[in-house]
């Protein structure tokens, strides 16, 4: 919550201290520069990351790195997107597929079962079990698998 105050007040700082430094329009210009090349960036990586996610489900695998990087890439957009120098460093830093990949895989790292963040890992669901006959000429499936009949 602290950073999301705070980032705002040092990004206007920072655009007042260059703006003064080397004029307004340049400022400006800088900052819209970084936006079309970061939008053209993540446009390029952004159908790439979608076709690793396809691929990984495609074999039968958990996409989860994929996922985590795709997002990191959606987040990077929307920082870009964002005027400022400080914003905008950070989403070209998360477009940079090295650093991107890495801290996907340290974000996946935190939240893994049974490191803590969710106890040890097993799940136990408690509930009853109840098989029905299959009436006759019925597709084999039951319509309502979860009415209960008194």
Known sequence: MLLLFLTPIFEMYLLIRLGGEFGAWPTIGVVLLTA???????????????????????SGAAPAQELAEGALLALAGVLLLIPGFITDAVGLV????ACRRALARRMLARHRPG????GTGTMIIEGEFERRPAEPGASGRDPAPFDRRP
């Open 36 to 58: 079309v090349v970061g939008i053209a960036l993540l446009r390029r990586q952004g159908p790439a990351a979608m076709q690793r996610v396809v691929q990984r489900m495609q």
């Open 94 to 97: 998360l477009l940079v597929p």
């Open 115 to 118: 490191n803590g963040a969710y």
